[in-house]
């Protein structure tokens, strides 16, 4: 058999280093263009031929330098996103949402977590921008001024989660705290509770937990509710945090019949600690949480509470950044909706 027939039968050699995208290229039969354009922006290519070029490259061990890639494109095909924690599992079902969306356009993405600091917020935007992000996810609309500046200056794209705010500047994906807790409030008063107590989170450096204090006020106010200051206790998310600001608020006179906790884990708290106490819930005290975590609906009883869209805030954050970057136009303001979940933690008081 002639030489050149045997050489072309041959797969590209990779025993003297790593396979190139040449050699992808070269097995995949078609140009170093196109394999370049289905690994790094699959969006604009076949989704077959996305599916033959990769399938090339994992046979071939063909890893894309992504440094030189981002030197060529000024682009690094990576997100970024500065979360507050992922202790809550609220969070990371907004990341893996995210991360799964970006995924599927051939994006990485890069988690960073602030603890409720927005000082250290800024020090983990600084090194995203640094590292070359194409976009920037942050929670809430509250901000460090030298965070905002960092994002403003460089032209990095961003959005803010978790809030929506139409006469902002910024834009944002999310959904009305305040209202939200007008909402979930208002259910408890249509019950016929007039005594109320708050387990908020805690409101300096955080705009939702204080957007759902505001909102509790305002739907008690507009009923001639009182809602006295000792009545209001400010925790850090926890079960032992929801547990000791129970023990509290039960020396409070008059006692509360409905208590309003500004996440699921502080109403997670309360409840076990008014269960551990003998307290009938709901027959003698009400709770409600906000989030809808997994656990809400497998308590006894199960916890009434706002449904947060979370999954899809990640998603549309994907979509919306991608398409900034892209030079498209897309919609600034997006408004979701928190869901109420009325269980079993909620009845009208006791006579």
């Known amino acids: 058999m002639p030489v050149g027939k045997r050489l072309q039968k041959r797969p590209p050699s990779t025993t003297q280093g790593a396979a190139t995208i040449v050699d992808v290229a070269r097995v995949a039969g078609v140009s170093v263009a196109t394999v370049s354009r289905a690994l790094s922006r699959p969006e604009r290519v076949r989704p077959e031929m996305v599916a033959k070029v990769r399938a090339v490259a994992s046979r071939l061990g063909y890893v894309p330098h992504s440094a030189a890639r981002a030197l ?4 690094s095909s990576t997100i970024g ?25 051939g994006y990485r993405l890069l988690v960073a977590f602030n603890e409720y600091d927005l000082a250290r917020e800024t020090v983990q935007v600084r090194a ?10 942050l929670v809430g609309g509250a901000h460090d001024d030298a965070t905002l500046a960092l994002l403003r200056s460089r032209g990095v794209p961003f959005v803010y989660t978790w809030i929506f705010d139409p006469s902002g500047p910024d834009p944002c994906i999310g959904f009305d705290n305040r209202r939200a807790m007008i909402r979930l409030t208002s259910h408890l008063a249509d019950l016929g509770h007039r005594h ?18 505001h909102g509790v006020r305002d739907a008690l106010a507009a ?8 009545s209001v206790v400010e925790r850090p998310y926890g079960i032992a945090e929801g547990r000791s600001a129970l023990r509290l608020l039960l020396a409070r006179r008059p006692a509360p019949t409905a208590i309003v906790c500004g996440n699921d884990v502080l109403a997670f708290g309360v409840l076990f600690e008014a269960l551990a106490q003998g307290i009938d819930v709901p027959g003698a005290l009400s709770i409600t949480g906000f989030d809808d975590l997994d656990l809400a609906a497998q308590l006894t009883p199960p916890l009434t509470t706002m449904r ?12 919306f950044l991608l398409s900034r970057s892209n030079g498209d136009m897309v919609p600034e303001k997006v408004e979701l909706e928190a869901e109420l979940i009325v269980r079993g933690t909620t009845a009208p008081p006791a006579r």
Do not use: C, W, Y
């Open 72 to 75: 060529v494109s000024r682009r």
């Open 81 to 105: 996103a500065v979360v507050p924690t992922v202790d809550n599992a609220i969070f990371a079902k907004a990341i893996q949402s995210l991360q799964f969306a970006l995924d599927d356009r």
């Open 128 to 137: 995203m921008i640094e590292h070359g992000v194409d976009g920037l996810v």
């Open 196 to 213: 109320f107590a708050v387990v908020s989170g805690i409101t300096r450096g955080n705009d939702r937990a204080a957007e759902r204090l």
């Open 223 to 230: 009923r001639g509710i009182e809602l006295p200051p000792a």
């Open 308 to 319: 947060v869209p979370s999954a899809e805030m990640g998603s549309r954050a994907a979509e």
